[in-house]
Structure formats: C-alpha cells, structure tokens
C-alpha cells in the first residue's frame, strides 16, 4: 500500500467505555484482510510513563519487547493482533514535553518561542507519523486517552485535527459514545451523544464513524436519529453491545461491516469478508466449555479490576486452550494467613501468586505458598511470587527463619533475594532496572522445559531484585531447582521442585506474551496440571 493510513479512536460522554478494545478489534480486522496494523496510546497525563504510577491510579503496568513501561492497553493490542508493541506505541503528554524541552535546551528551536501549536503539535504528529514511515505499516490505529472535553488531551485533539487537514482521505476519527437507557422512562437517550460530537465539531473535528457503547441492542430509528444529527453516514453508525467476552467485540463490528466502512472511506478495496478461522474456533471452544477449572490469584490489589489484566487474560486463554471455564477467585493476600489458608484455599485446583512490590500482604504470600507446597497443589509464582517462593522455602526448608529479601528487610542476615551490584547505586524510580525481554535457558526435563517445548525462551522482566546465586547450590540441594537462568549473566530465572506436580516460580512475566492465537505455555502447562489434579 503506498500511502499509511491513520485511524484516530476518540471517546466521549465519559470514560472507559472500551476505546483499547474497540481499537484493537478495528485493528483484528484491517489485519484479517491482510493489512499490516499496529495501535498507539495518547495518554493525556504529564508522566512520562506509568511506570512509577500505583495500580490504584492506573492499574496494571504494561510492558513491551524494548522495555517501557506502557498503558494496559498495550495489552489488549498485543492479545488481538498477536504482534509486539514498542516504546512507540505509548505516548504521554510528559514524553511529549520532555522531548521538546530538551530539543529547547539543546538549541534546535533557534531561539523562537516555543508554544504548544505549532512544537508540541508537531512532535505529537511526529509520533503518530513514526509508525507509518520508519516501522512502514499499513494502518496505524491511534487511540487518545481520556474524554473530548478534557483540557488535558486538548493538544492530542488539535494534531488529530491538522493531520485529518494535511492527509484527507488517508485519515479518519472513530467516536466512541454512551448511549444511556434512563429507566424511569425506558428510553435510550443520545443527547449526550451529540453534545460529544459537538464538542468534537468545535474543535475542528467531524467524525467519521461513530461507534455507540449500549448495553442492548439499539432499533434502527435510534441509529437513523444519531447519523442525522451527528453529521454522519447511516452506515457509519455502529452499535457496540455488551459481549460475554470482550473477544467476541471484532465479530460484533464485523457483522455491522465496520471495516468494510473504514476501507471505503479511506479509498481501498473491499474484497471478500475475511473467515477469520483461528479467532472462531477459540470463541467455540469457549462456548463448548462445560467444566470448570478454579483458579486462586493471590495479591495485594485484587480488589481493583485491571491491576492483574494480563494475568487474568492469560488464565481465561489457557483455560479455554484446555476446554475449560475459568472460575477465577481474587484472594487478598493481606487476609490469608496460616490459620485460614487451608478453609480459603483448600478446594482451588491452582494457585497463583501475583508479582508486586512492597512489603504488604506479602505474609499472606507466604502463607499461601506453604499450603501450596505442603499439599501438592499447582502453584505459579511471578516476579515477586517467585521471589517469595524461594523465601518460604528457604525459612521452612532451609531452616533460615530469618531468610528475606532486601527489597523486604535490608539488613537481613540470609539475602536469598537481593539487588545485582549494578544496581545498588541506582537511585532513579522512573522504572525499574530489568525491563523488556530476556532470553531464558530452559533445562532439559524440567517442568518449565516440558511447558515450552524448547530449551530457549524470551520472556519479559519488571524488576530489580534477584534470586542470590550464592545460595543456589543449598537451595538445589534441598530440593529447589534452579531450571532456567539467562545466559548471559547466569541470573536465576525459573525455580521449581521437581518432586511437585507442579509448583513453578518464574522471575519474568509471562503473562505479557500470551495472545488469543498464541496462549503462553507457561499458563497452558499450569491450567492442565490444576486440572489434572
């Protein structure tokens, strides 16, 4: 295709309604006909990245092949197109500025006065256009955070505004709105719709498609109603009903042809409708799942519904990989303890305990981990919850009562875990030490080796405490094997007890690589053996 084509998501009436899943599924289906597609992330908040942001303002921290720390819509792009994202695919407005102010300082500006038309817009426009021409994809999809109104995500708006300008028909706005059902009149309302497209229309934009959020089914005089007063094509209205399963959300658009309606806006082709084969037969599978396999997720945010996204994705594509229906049960860690982990844990067919930082709930851990090990229940451990698990077993196993990690208690006299000697001078929290991909050595035999099939793996970090290699051959000798390190710096990356069904810790995260098509190993290993048992 000669010219990149760019789509800009927006959203209005109120904030999230979907916009990461409705990218990623426009997205599913430009690639489905063959197009090369990727998604970008505008977040309008003046941190650089979300990596220093608690899961109780953002919830969970995304990470990408190259190592930045993103939004958890990355995620979602990633599990429906089954492509890596980057650093480019995740934009803030403090990036933005950072990279202007520094352009500033250096003098590359020559002396003008910066303002934000036309230096902050233009750099945003270059963001946007980067994809198109270095990474040279067919489509790039670019989803604003935030609401139309927001004075935040004014600058966003304004170079969505002059690309439309400068690129015609190779660009477009989708809108995502709520239509609201007031029950006392048992109406759906779209005045807030069109004040949304107003408020669109006032800075310049017309949107091109819009796409309504509903929690049932809208009549057509209500779409004919929306188009009319919204400036927009009859066939350009889509209704986005509520799903099952947010993996139903490409089929829902597809049957309303909402990709037959970019490519003729945009000038291309049609073609046939594309089967989409592998992303049918994992819905069916779905459907066809009658048992169910009951998982625990032990952590300190369970309470919030995103902070282990990726994880509980993984968990549901593993499940249904095994024909099964996930009953997933979210265990504060701060509420477990030895007393009761046996009457709250004791009927899961698997455990998994959640990476974190910090010293809270990390007992609960603990307590978790024990009962798992004592009673032979399949247990998954990630970053932390690996990290965990060679605490308890060194307390417990290895008689080191006093057994920590640095992170927990400094001047622990047993630092099972602890900071590489790199890292000690470090003193800059914007993101931590380890981050992106690494490559793993699997031993042959082991359980990790037999989940993946090969010996050499790569999976994503986010962390800067490790395993402590001095204490290594006591742990291998007591029953705890060290099964995958990095090759290159011998760093410990897989622990697990052999003489266990099924009891795994792993320093990376592999929930970041598990996609809908391709479900990571790791937690298709696990589900089977929690089913097994």
Not at 314 to 334: G, P, V
Not at 472 to 494: I, Y
Request: charged fraction near 25%; include cysteine.
């Amino acid at each position: 295709m000669a010219d990149t084509k760019y789509i800009f998501v927006t959203g209005g009436v109120v904030s999230s309604l979907g916009k990461g899943i409705i990218s990623a599924s426009l997205g599913k289906l430009l690639q489905a006909r063959g197009y090369k597609v990727t998604i970008q992330k505008f977040d309008p908040y003046i941190n650089v990245d979300p990596g220093t942001l608690n899961p109780y303002e953002h919830g969970e921290c995304y990470v990408t092949v190259d190592g930045h720390e993103a939004d958890l819509d990355l995620g979602h792009y990633e599990r429906f197109l089954n492509v890596p994202t980057t650093r480019a695919n995740n934009i803030t407005t403090g990036r933005i500025y950072q990279s202007v102010i520094e352009k500033e300082r250096k003098g590359d500006y020559l002396g003008k006065t910066v303002q934000v038309v036309p230096h902050i817009t233009d750099e945003i426009k270059r963001n946007v256009k980067l994809l198109g021409t270095k990474y040279k994809y067919d489509f790039v999809i670019t989803e604003i955070g935030g609401t139309v109104g927001d004075i935040e995500s004014l600058p966003f708006i304004e170079s969505m505004r002059q690309l439309k300008w400068e690129s015609g028909k190779n660009c477009i706005c989708v809108h995502l709105t709520y239509v609201p059902y007031i029950a006392a009149a048992k109406e759906y309302k779209t005045k807030p719709t069109q004040h949304s497209v107003k408020q669109l229309q006032e800075l310049g934009i017309q949107p091109d498609i819009l796409v309504l959020r509903t929690e049932q089914p809208l009549k057509a005089d209500i779409l004919r109603k929306v188009a009319l007063f919204c400036n927009v094509a009859e066939d350009a209205v889509v209704q986005s009903v509520d799903v099952p399963t947010i993996y139903e959300v490409p089929l829902v658009l597809q049957r309303q042809h909402m990709d037959v309606t970019v490519l003729k806006k945009m000038g291309l082709e049609v073609g046939p409708t594309p089967e989409m084969k592998a992303w049918n037969e994992f819905l069916q599978r779905k459907v066809n799942a009658t048992d169910t396999v009951k998982i625990a997720l032990v952590g300190k945010y369970v309470e919030l519904q995103d902070a282990y996204k990726s994880i509980d994705e993984s968990l549901l594509q593993a499940a249904i990989y095994n024909d099964r229906k996930l009953d997933l049960h979210m265990i504060h860690s701060e509420k477990l303890t030895d007393a009761n982990v046996a009457d709250i844990l004791g009927d899961m067919d698997g455990i998994v305990i959640a990476p974190g930082f910090g010293q809270r709930g990390i007992e609960g851990k603990f307590a978790a981990i024990k009962y798992a090990r004592e009673n032979n229940k399949p247990c998954l451990g990630i970053c932390l919850g690996m990290q965990c698990m060679v605490i308890e077993f060194a307390r417990n196993i290895l008689g080191l009562t006093d057994a920590n990690s640095t992170e927990m208690e400094l001047n622990t006299p047993y630092k099972v875990i602890d900071l590489m000697e790199e890292q000690k001078n470090v003193t800059n929290m914007g993101g931590s030490m380890r981050l992106g991909a690494y490559d793993c050595s699997l031993q042959k035999g082991s359980k990790a080796y037999e989940a993946y099939q090969k010996e050499h793996i790569q999976e994503r970090h986010r962390h800067r405490f490790e395993f402590n290699n001095e204490y290594r051959q006591q742990f291998e000798e007591a029953g705890m094997k060290c099964s995958g390190v990095n090759p290159e710096t011998n760093l410990v990356e897989v622990v697990e007890i052999p003489e266990l069904d099924w009891f795994i810790g792993v320093q990376f995260h592999p929930e970041y690589s598990s996609t809908v098509v391709s479900p990571n190993p790791l937690f298709v290993s696990f589900v089977k053996a929690a089913i097994n048992k």
